[in-house]
Structure formats: C-alpha cells, structure tokens
C-alpha cells in the first residue's frame, strides 16, 4: 500500500481572496432584499400567507438566530400592505340583557367616531334633558297634573265635607289624616260638650259619624288609583319631553350611520333606553343629590337603569390608522394576552363590571391579518394554547377568564358576545418542538399544516458570495456601524464557513453575524479606523474566543502539568490519543483523551467499560459492537473469535456518546493484538464501519486544533499530526497558527480513507492485503493480529479438549451409566 500523504496546507483553509471582491468598501453595496439561503422557508411562508383555507397556519422551525422572526415579519409586512384594513370592533351595552354585551363591526375607521358621537350625545343629553324638564312648559304642564290630583281630591273631600255638615257633622283634618266630629253653630264640640247632649242626639251622631266614616273610606280608598292615573300622566309627559330632548339629537347621529343598519339598530335601542331612563341625567344633572320635585316624580314612574356607562362604546379594534392587514407579534403569550381579559373595579367595597372593561387581546388585534408567536413562550403559560387552538376551530373570540372557563367560579359574571376571527398564526420554534408537537398533539397538525425549515447554513460558491457581502453592507447600515473593506467582508465570509463547519459552506446565523460586525466596529472605533478591516474582524473572533475559553485553558494547563496524562512523544502499543468536543453554549473546543485497550484469551467478548458503568451512550455503545464486528468478519472467518478485550476513555468521569471515536478504539485494539506501537505524537478522530471504511465525524476543525494546542505547548517536533476521516477534508477551516505549522512541515494532518492506512501511518507496518485463501503477507500489520487471534484459539481449543481417562488398573473406578 502507497504511503499516505499528509495535507498541504492549501487544503486545510478555503481563502477568501479580498482581490475576488468587486468593491472597496460595503458602503457601495445595495441593501439585500432577498433572503440569503432560505428558499425554501419563504417558499412556505408565501404558500401559507396565501392559502386561505383552515388550518393553513404557519409553524417556522430552526436554529436560534437564524433570522426567522425578521424574515418572517419582513415577508408577511410587505404582503399585509396590500391587504384589506381590518374591520373596526366594538363592544356596547344589550339593553334587554345587560349580561350579555353585543360586538358591533364596523368598517374600518368607524367604530372610534361612533364611540365619539355616543359620548357627545352623552354631554349634550346631560344639558337638553335636565333643561327640558326645567322648562317653562313642562313645569306648567307638571304641575297642571299635580293640581288636577289635589282640586279631584279636593273635590271629593268638599263633597263629603257637606253631605256630613247637613248631618251636623264635620271633616277634620288631623296630622295622622282625616276624622269626623259634630259640630254646632260651626263649632267643633268637645267631649264635653258632646256628653251633655241627650243620649239620643249622642247615638244619632255615633251613627251618623260611623256612616260618613264608611264613605271617608271608600273614597281614600280611591286616592291611591287618582294618584296612579297622575303618576301614568306624568310618565307620559315625561316621555313626551325625553322624546322630544332626545329625537332630534338622535336623528342628526342616526344620518351619520345610514349605511350601517347594525349600528342603527343599536342607536333605536339606546333611544329606546333614554326616553325610558331620563332620569339618569336627570341625578348627574343634580349631582348625585337626588333630583327635585318633578324629577323625583319621574324616578318614580321609572325603573332601574344601570347609569349612563351604558351609553359608552368599549371599542376593542380601531383600524383608524392602519395600512393594509395587521401584523402582530405578541412576546408575552398568556391567556389574557391572547384572548383578552374581564377588568374590573372597586365601588364600595365589591369587584363590579361591565361590557366597558372588556380588554383586547392580541387575537383581536391581529383579527384579519397575521398573528406572530414564540411557540416554547405559548406552551409554558397555562391554558394559552389550547385556548389558541379553541379559537382556531371556532374561528370566534370568547373572552373569558381562566377560572370562568375551567367552571371555577359561580358567580354572575359577563358573556360577551364571540367575536368571529380570520387570523394566520405563525409559531417560532425550534425542530424538536416541532415534531414533539407533531407526535403528542393530535390536533397540531391539522391547525399547522404548513412548515417553514430554516437552514443555518448555505452553499459557499461565486454567486452567494456576493449575496453575503450584500447582506454584510445592509447590515451594517441598519447597525449604523462602519462599512467593511474588502478585507474585512473576506474575513467575515471565512469566519462564516468556519462557524458553517464546512469550507464548501457558509453560516446564516444572522444574529451571530450581526455580533461580529457590532464587535469589529467596537475594535474600529477603538483603533480610530474610519472602516472595518480584517484586523478588526478577527480582533472581535479572537475576544468572543477569550471570553468563552476559560474551561478549554484550564484544560490545556492539566494536560501541560501532566495531570491529564496525553503523550506527545514515543510509541506503545494499545494505547492512542482520542479527540473529542465539548460544547459550551455557542463555544466548542476539542479536547484530547487517552484511550487504551488490553487484550486476552476469552470468548468473542469486546467489553465497553464505559458502557458497564453507565456511562457510555447508545452510540458509543454502537461503534463499539461495530469494530467487534470488523474483527469478527477480518479474522474469524475459519475460527472462533477466541478473544476478551477491554477499551476505556482514560480520565473520562462523565459521560461518553458518539461513534465518532470508534476507528479510535480499532486501532487501540488491533495494536494491542499485533503488539504494535502506536506513535502517540498522532492523535485520530473518525468513525468505523465493519468493512473498515473511515467514517467522516462532527467538529473535526476543533478536534485537530485541540491536539495541536497540546503539542504546540509542548514544542513542535515535525512528528506531530492528527488523522482525520478522508471525507471530513472539505470540511477544514483551521486557525492560521495550525496552517501556517502545516505548511512549516512541523504539524500533519492525514486523511485517512481505510482502517489499513490509518495503521499503516500509526504504526509504520504495512497493513497487508489479504491473499484469496485468506492468509496474511508475512510480517505485515493484519498478519501479527492474525497470528495472535491464532494462538488465542489454539489456547481456546485446548483448554476446551476433556481430560484423558485414566488408565484401567489398581485404583481404577468402575463407572456406571
């Protein structure tokens, strides 16, 4: 087998040659309409914003920071400004159930002049009808009816007055009432008096008295019915007055509305209300004091009313300024906050309400547009999101409370009329929550039939080059941040394939894009440069790493001290350096791990210690059975797998998971078996199939750095390097130091394809190819391992052959079936 060749160091970084750029500053650049690599996210939330059947809402899925609240807004702004305004809500008073207040639509714009209109008809009505009643003509006309009571009541006492003077009788009026007494000559008689009169005049007058006392009954009997009549007059007259204080205001607000037959139903029934309720202007008028004589004779002959609040318009959608369809993004999704609430206010003492503290929600004002919510917010408030879904269905707004709905409380409280919704809803969200949703709730999917899968990542050639330079330029200018140079957009796209993880490829995380400008205009600024430059660029790369890397420092000092134990230097078989990542929020660093193997006689038993103890994950666990599997289908082909071997991660004390180490572990263990040295001046990553096909692995850039940062402390041999899977290659993007040792010949990076050529490098024995009987080139890598799985089963089968009889003689035992 040819040796293999380590990387020059052109292929270990993919340049962004400033020369290649069309511009000297990003100040030249127009903005960026379009959306950088998401074709296919806005493809969906076009589809989704058009569609207008149910169901069709929009779920937007992907990484943090990749621009989907902004894009998504942007998009759903520019088609919103050609839409329809939405219709203007408003919540008023049901004069025949109170309880249940009416929801009025209106064309947009209309439903604040109407509540305008109401509470100046209010004001006025508080002036016409107090002066109505304090005119010159219904005072008359009031006490016409007053008189006509007292001359009819009058009237009939005279009568009875006389009948009882012809009886010698009189009518006496007494601070009680009325009282019959004799009289003569006009004067009353005093008991006295009426005691000297023969016994026969006495029983004359008793009789007469108790016979006129009969008819003084019967006609106070009728008092009450005269009054009732009076009461009626007056309640007509009332009527009269109040209709004609309120008609002619009535008719001048009704003209207003003649093309909105709902709201000329409602003003018929509010000045149904006011001629029947007058007399609430007429308390406001008097100040809360009472009203006065007429006034306390027509709140007698009315009835209860609930104040003049119930002439108010509670407008709940006021479209007057808007541009087309809303847009709105509700940040605190709760219940109240999505569907409204029931406010309420203290009057002695006790909560009350009223339809005029009914409050909108975001649902509301959202009505007939679009509707932006964070789906992990949504989930975490309680009921919000299957009162989301309630509406949806129903396409109506019930406004109630948590408890109202859940039956908590019995108390009498609002049932507005629902408010019937059209409404898109757009949900952010990551993918799991997306396809947790998707598998537990049974209704998502049909009320979030639409996907948008942002990528956070996109294709690195000549034409999204010059689309990301575009989207550096808009940028910056919406930053209000220096333009860039050529070199500084070129660091920036560099930096971008870097955080991408590909060199083929370049990161769409707009929002840690953004970071970087905003950081390198800081260094800018601090160096007085009138534009970013890539110094300042990679000032800012340099300073987030700083902040970040206090763990991956600490980590490099124990590995100095020798308190990690990794060796740079010699060779020992069945042990190799391991490279793995750790990840620390948007920060990853590799880390280098000691991973051994020991080998002995067993049967076919490749042991995970970090499986046993619980600590190994089911894709560690997996590589591991994989390179069992290679050893098997390589050598035990013609023999049992007589063989018991251990692999650990040294000083690991947490947990393990990923295959990304398993060609690792092979090669640890094939050396173990061949007991051939393992240079340990190399490192390796990649993972393994059974055909022993080197596997490409996640963070190979950090993984080859981290090594590197050990040996470079160490001092640079020229031995040093790392193997890496040969399909990770395109991937590479390293730090310049790591280049710039590569091209020095003091620092290697192999590819490796096969498990053969990565022994071969490791090692420094051929591997070995495989003759058709199956036998090994003598002296090779494969045929040390061979002959020492050999041995194994040799020493297997004759540990497993019984133990001769003994010979039949003196002693001998009789054996019996």
């Given at each position: 087998m040819a040796d293999l060749k380590s990387l020059e160091a052109e292929a270990l970084y993919a340049r962004c040659d400033p020369a290649s750029l069309s511009f000297e500053t990003t100040a030249e650049l127009q903005d960026l309409e379009e959306v950088l690599g998401q074709d296919r996210a806005v493809e969906s939330v076009h589809f989704a914003a058009g569609i207008k059947h149910d169901g069709y809402n929009l779920f937007a899925l992907g990484p943090a920071g990749t621009g989907k609240h902004s894009v998504i807004g942007e998009i759903l702004r520019r088609r919103a400004a050609g839409e329809a305004a939405p219709a203007d809500w408003c919540y008023v008073n049901n004069f025949s159930d109170p309880q249940k207040p009416r929801a009025l639509k209106l064309p947009p714009g209309r439903?604040?002049?109407?509540?305008?209109?109401?509470?100046?008809?209010?004001?006025?009505?508080?002036?016409?009808?107090?002066?109505?009643?304090?005119?010159?003509?219904?005072?008359?006309?009031?006490?016409?009816?007053?008189?006509?009571?007292?001359?009819?009541?009058?009237?009939?006492?005279?009568?009875?007055?006389?009948?009882?003077?012809?009886?010698?009788?009189?009518?006496?009026?007494?601070?009680?009432?009325?009282?019959?007494?004799?009289?003569?000559?006009?004067?009353?008689?005093?008991?006295?008096?009426?005691?000297?009169?023969?016994?026969?005049?006495?029983?004359?007058?008793?009789?007469?008295?108790?016979?006129?006392?009969?008819?003084?009954?019967?006609?106070?009997?009728?008092?009450?019915?005269?009054?009732?009549?009076?009461?009626?007059?007056?309640?007509?007259?009332?009527?009269?007055?109040?209709?004609?204080?309120?008609?002619?205001?009535?008719?001048?607000?009704?003209?207003?509305?003649?093309?909105?037959?709902?709201?000329?139903?409602?003003?018929?029934?509010?000045?149904?209300?006011?001629?029947?309720?007058?007399?609430?202007?007429?308390?406001?008028?008097?100040?809360?004091?009472?009203?006065?004589?007429?006034?306390?004779?027509?709140?007698?002959?009315?009835?209860?009313?609930?104040?003049?609040?119930?002439?108010?318009?509670?407008?709940?959608?006021?479209?007057?300024?808007?541009?087309?369809?809303?847009?709105?993004?509700?940040?605190?999704?709760?219940?109240?906050?999505?569907?409204?609430?029931?406010?309420?206010?203290?009057?002695?003492?006790?909560?009350?309400?009223?339809?005029?503290?009914?409050?909108?929600?975001?649902?509301?004002?959202?009505?007939?547009?679009?509707?932006?919510?964070?789906?992990?917010?949504?989930?975490?408030?309680?009921?919000?999101?299957?009162?989301?879904?309630?509406?949806?269905?129903?396409?109506?707004?019930?406004?109630?409370?948590?408890?109202?709905?859940?039956?908590?409380?019995?108390?009498?409280?609002?049932?507005?009329?629902?408010?019937?919704?059209?409404?898109?809803?757009?949900?952010?969200?990551?993918?799991?929550?997306?396809?947790?949703?998707?598998?537990?709730?049974?209704?998502?999917?049909?009320?979030?039939?639409?996907?948008?899968?942002?990528?956070?990542?996109?294709?690195?050639?000549?034409?999204?080059?010059?689309?990301?330079?575009?989207?550096?330029?808009?940028?910056?200018?919406?930053?209000?941040?220096?333009?860039?140079?050529?070199?500084?957009?070129?660091?920036?796209?560099?930096?971008?394939?870097?955080?991408?993880?590909?060199?083929?490829?370049?990161?769409?995380?707009?929002?840690?894009?953004?970071?970087?400008?905003?950081?390198?205009?800081?260094?800018?600024?601090?160096?007085?440069?009138?534009?970013?430059g890539a110094q300042h660029v990679q000032q800012a790369i340099d300073a987030q790493i700083r902040r970040a890397d206090r763990l991956r420092e600490r980590i490099q000092e124990e590995i100095n001290r020798g308190t990690i134990l990794i060796d740079t230097e010699g060779a020992v078989p069945g042990r190799i350096n391991g490279l793995s990542v750790m990840q620390l929020d948007r920060y990853s660093f590799g880390r280098p791990t000691r991973i051994t193997a020991s080998v002995r006689l067993g049967r076919d038993e490749v042991v995970d210690i970090e499986r046993r103890v619980e600590l190994g994950g089911p894709l560690h666990s997996k590589g591991v059975l994989i390179l069992a599997g290679f050893l098997g289908g390589r050598f035990a082909q013609s023999r049992p797998l007589s063989l018991s071997a251990s692999l650990v991660f040294e000083q690991s004390y947490g947990g393990v998971d990923g295959d990304s180490a398993s060609s690792t572990e092979l090669y640890a263990l094939l050396s173990a078996l061949a007991d051939a040295p393992v240079k340990q001046s190399l490192a390796v990553t990649g993972s393994v199939n059974q055909y022993g096909q080197v596997q490409a692995i996640g963070g190979v850039n950090e993984k080859i750095e981290g090594f590197f940062d050990v040996c470079a402390a160490r001092g640079l041999n020229g031995e040093q390097g790392v193997l890496i899977p040969e399909a990770n290659v395109k991937h590479l993007m390293l730090r310049a130091d790591v280049v710039e040792a590569v091209r020095k010949k003091k620092f290697h990076v192999y590819p490796v394809a096969t498990i053969d050529q990565g022994i071969e490098v490791l090692t420094g024995v051929p591997a070995g190819e495989a003759a058709a009987d199956g036998s090994w080139p003598e002296g090779t890598f494969n045929a040390r391992v061979a002959a020492k799985l050999d041995a194994y089963a040799a020493a297997a089968r004759r540990y497993a052959r019984p133990e001769p009889a003994e010979e039949e003689g003196e002693g001998a035992k009789e054996t019996k079936p």
């Amino acid at each position: 087998m040819a040796d293999l060749k380590s990387l020059e160091a052109e292929a270990l970084y993919a340049r962004c040659d400033p020369a290649s750029l069309s511009f000297e500053t990003t100040a030249e650049l127009q903005d960026l309409e379009e959306v950088l690599g998401q074709d296919r996210a806005v493809e969906s939330v076009h589809f989704a914003a058009g569609i207008k059947h149910d169901g069709y809402n929009l779920f937007a899925l992907g990484p943090a920071g990749t621009g989907k609240h902004s894009v998504i807004g942007e998009i759903l702004r520019r088609r919103a400004a050609g839409e329809a305004a939405p219709a203007d809500w408003c919540y008023v008073n049901n004069f025949s159930d109170p309880q249940k207040p009416r929801a009025l639509k209106l064309p947009p714009g209309r439903a604040a002049p109407l509540r305008e209109d109401m509470q100046r008809l209010v004001d006025e009505l508080r002036a016409a009808i107090p002066a109505a009643f304090e005119s010159e003509d219904y005072t008359a006309r009031a006490r016409l009816i007053e008189e006509e009571l007292k001359e009819r009541q009058e009237q009939a006492f005279q009568a009875l007055d006389e009948q009882a003077g012809e009886r010698g009788i009189t009518l006496v009026r007494t601070p009680t009432g009325f009282a019959l007494a004799p009289i003569r000559d006009g004067a009353v008689l005093t008991p006295k008096q009426f005691n000297e009169l023969p016994q026969e005049e006495q029983e004359r007058l008793k009789k007469e008295i108790e016979s006129l006392q009969e008819a003084l009954q019967e006609k106070l009997r009728e008092f009450p019915q005269w009054a009732r009549e009076a009461r009626e007059k007056v309640r007509a007259l009332n009527q009269e007055v109040s209709r004609y204080a309120v008609g002619h205001l009535m008719e001048e607000l009704r003209k207003c509305y003649e093309d909105l037959p709902e709201v000329l139903e409602y003003l018929d029934e509010v000045r149904s209300d006011l001629i029947d309720k007058a007399h609430e202007f007429l308390q406001a008028a008097a100040g809360g004091h009472g009203p006065g004589p007429e006034a306390a004779e027509l709140q007698q002959a009315g009835t209860a009313a609930p104040g003049l609040r119930a002439y108010e318009v509670n407008v709940i959608v006021d479209a007057r300024e808007a541009e087309g369809a809303p847009v709105v993004y509700e940040d605190n999704p709760t219940l109240a906050n999505l569907i409204g609430r029931l406010e309420h206010i203290s009057r002695f003492g006790a909560l009350v309400t009223d339809f005029t503290l009914l409050r909108p929600g975001a649902l509301h004002r959202a009505n007939g547009g679009y509707l932006l919510l964070d789906a992990r917010r949504l989930l975490m408030q309680p009921f919000a999101y299957e009162e989301l879904k309630r509406v949806l269905r129903s396409s109506e707004i019930h406004i109630e409370s948590a408890a109202q709905s859940l039956g908590l409380i019995s108390t009498v409280s609002l049932e507005p009329e629902p408010i019937p919704v059209d409404v898109k809803i757009v949900l952010f969200g990551d993918r799991q929550m997306y396809y947790l949703l998707c598998a537990y709730d049974p209704d998502f999917e049909s009320l979030f039939k639409v996907p948008a899968d942002f990528e956070d990542r996109t294709l690195r050639d000549d034409a999204t080059v010059s689309l990301y330079a575009r989207q550096i330029a808009t940028m910056a200018r919406r930053e209000e941040i220096r333009p860039l140079d050529r070199g500084g957009v070129a660091r920036v796209i560099e930096h971008g394939s870097r955080l991408a993880g590909d060199a083929e490829r370049l990161s769409v995380h707009l929002r840690g894009l953004a970071d970087l400008l905003r950081e390198a205009d800081y260094w800018a600024d601090s160096g007085k440069a009138k534009v970013i430059g890539a110094q300042h660029v990679q000032q800012a790369i340099d300073a987030q790493i700083r902040r970040a890397d206090r763990l991956r420092e600490r980590i490099q000092e124990e590995i100095n001290r020798g308190t990690i134990l990794i060796d740079t230097e010699g060779a020992v078989p069945g042990r190799i350096n391991g490279l793995s990542v750790m990840q620390l929020d948007r920060y990853s660093f590799g880390r280098p791990t000691r991973i051994t193997a020991s080998v002995r006689l067993g049967r076919d038993e490749v042991v995970d210690i970090e499986r046993r103890v619980e600590l190994g994950g089911p894709l560690h666990s997996k590589g591991v059975l994989i390179l069992a599997g290679f050893l098997g289908g390589r050598f035990a082909q013609s023999r049992p797998l007589s063989l018991s071997a251990s692999l650990v991660f040294e000083q690991s004390y947490g947990g393990v998971d990923g295959d990304s180490a398993s060609s690792t572990e092979l090669y640890a263990l094939l050396s173990a078996l061949a007991d051939a040295p393992v240079k340990q001046s190399l490192a390796v990553t990649g993972s393994v199939n059974q055909y022993g096909q080197v596997q490409a692995i996640g963070g190979v850039n950090e993984k080859i750095e981290g090594f590197f940062d050990v040996c470079a402390a160490r001092g640079l041999n020229g031995e040093q390097g790392v193997l890496i899977p040969e399909a990770n290659v395109k991937h590479l993007m390293l730090r310049a130091d790591v280049v710039e040792a590569v091209r020095k010949k003091k620092f290697h990076v192999y590819p490796v394809a096969t498990i053969d050529q990565g022994i071969e490098v490791l090692t420094g024995v051929p591997a070995g190819e495989a003759a058709a009987d199956g036998s090994w080139p003598e002296g090779t890598f494969n045929a040390r391992v061979a002959a020492k799985l050999d041995a194994y089963a040799a020493a297997a089968r004759r540990y497993a052959r019984p133990e001769p009889a003994e010979e039949e003689g003196e002693g001998a035992k009789e054996t019996k079936p």
